[in-house]
């Protein structure tokens, strides 16, 4: 019975919320703001990192490719 709260007579008991006015108070929602806006600028760094990454080697196998093409067709002409 993993995962039921079980009373006296075998029964499943409902597990009723607080209501002890605990709500959030200004601090929560000023950590919640901060919270987000954080997030927010790592998640910005992390996607402009990545994408200077996938750039990098997409500008590098275009130069291998260029630099190769070049190079064939220098040897090429100079074989004939």
Not at 1 to 19: E, Q
Not at 34 to 42: E, K, L, N, S
Not at 56 to 73: D, E, S
Request: glycine fraction near 12%; proline fraction near 2%; charged fraction near 15%.
């Amino acid at each position: 019975m993993a995962g039921r709260i079980v009373g006296d007579k075998g029964r499943a008991r409902v597990i009723k919320p607080s209501n002890s006015g605990t709500g959030l108070r200004p601090r929560h929602g000023a950590a919640l703001v901060v919270a987000t806006v954080v997030a927010v600028i790592v998640a910005y760094a992390a996607f402009g990192f990545i994408v200077g990454v996938i750039a990098f080697f997409v500008k590098l196998v275009v130069v291998v490719a260029v630099i190769t093409l070049i190079g064939r067709l220098l040897f090429r002409h100079a074989s004939r």
